[in-house]
C-alpha cells in the first residue's frame, strides 16, 4: 500500500524559512517523479515542484522558482521541501504526490494527507 | 501556461441524479493528458480519471470521462451520497495545471 506522511508544517513569519518533509512506503520510491502541490484555504490547486527519481532534475512553478528548494533523500524513501522568503501567499496545506511515471508527462496518482504552512505576523 | 476553466462552479443535485461536469484548457493537451480528482472535505485529493477517459483503480464505473483537444468531461451517471464532494481537473501535457474546481452539492 503507498503512504505518503508528510511533516514539518508551521506558522512562521513572512520572511522566514521551513522545511516540509514527506516519508513515502509501498513503492520503490527512486522509480518514480515526485511533486509538491498546495492548496491555500478554500482554494484550488497549485503545482509547485518536482524531482525526477535519482534527483537529478528540479522544476519549480514561477510562484516559487528562486525562494523553495526540492530535494529528496532515496536512502530514506524521503522528498523534501525547503522553503525560504515565506510569504502571506505561500499560506497553503502542503501535499507530498506521488508521480504516474518517471518521466513527463505525468499525474498524480497517490496524495499524502498534507501538512499545513500559515506564514503570517 | 495553459489555463484550465471549469464549469459550473456548483452543481447542485439529488442522489441518483447524473451529473456532468466540464473543463476547458484554453489551448489542445497534447495525447488528451487530462486527469480528474475528487476531494471531500479536509481529505487530500484523490485520482479518478486519468488519460481524459481511463478509470484509477477501484474506481467505480458509474464514474467516467470524455473528451478531447480542449474540451473534456467527467460524468457521475448515479450520483451516490459519498459521491458529492469537489472535482478538479488537470491538464499534464505540457507541464501540470488544475481547474478551479466543481462543487458537486445535495440539492
Known amino acids: 500500500e503507498v503512504q505518503l506522511l508528510e511533516s514539518g508544517g508551521d506558522l512562521v513569519q513572512p520572511g522566514g524559512s521551513l522545511r516540509l518533509s514527506c516519508e513515502a512506503s509501498?513503492?520503490?520510491?527512486?522509480?518514480?517523479?515526485m511533486s509538491w502541490v498546495r492548496q491555500a484555504p478554500g482554494k484550488g490547486l497549485e503545482w509547485v515542484s518536482a524531482i525526477t527519481g535519482s534527483g537529478g532534475d528540479t522544476y519549480y512553478a514561477d510562484s516559487v522558482k528562486g525562494r523553495f528548494t526540492v530535494s529528496r533523500d532515496n536512502s530514506k524513501n524521503t522528498l523534501y521541501l525547503q522553503m525560504n522568503s515565506l510569504r502571506a501567499d505561500d499560506t497553503a496545506v502542503f501535499y507530498c504526490t506521488k508521480a504516474s511515471g518517471s518521466t513527463r508527462p505525468y499525474y498524480f496518482d497517490y496524495w499524502g494527507q498534507g501538512t499545513l504552512v500559515t506564514v503570517s505576523s | 501556461e495553459i489555463v484550465v476553466t471549469q464549469s459550473p462552479g456548483t452543481l447542485s443535485l439529488s442522489p441518483g441524479e447524473r451529473a456532468t461536469l466540464s473543463c476547458r484548457a484554453s489551448q489542445s493537451v497534447s495525447s488528451n493528458y487530462v486527469a480528474w480528482y475528487q476531494q471531500k472535505p479536509g481529505q487530500a485529493p484523490r485520482l479518478l480519471i486519468y488519460?481524459?477517459?481511463t478509470r484509477a483503480t477501484g474506481i467505480p464505473d458509474r464514474f467516467s470521462g470524455s473528451g478531447s483537444g480542449t474540451d473534456f468531461t467527467l460524468t457521475i451517471s448515479r450520483l451516490e451520497p459519498e459521491d458529492f464532494a469537489v472535482y478538479f481537473c488537470?491538464?499534464?501535457?505540457?507541464?501540470?495545471?488544475f481547474g478551479q474546481g466543481t462543487k458537486v452539492e445535495i440539492k
Open positions: 488519460g481524459a477517459s
Open positions: 509501498g513503492f520503490t520510491f527512486t522509480n518514480y517523479v
Open positions: 488537470q491538464q499534464y501535457g505540457n507541464s501540470r495545471t
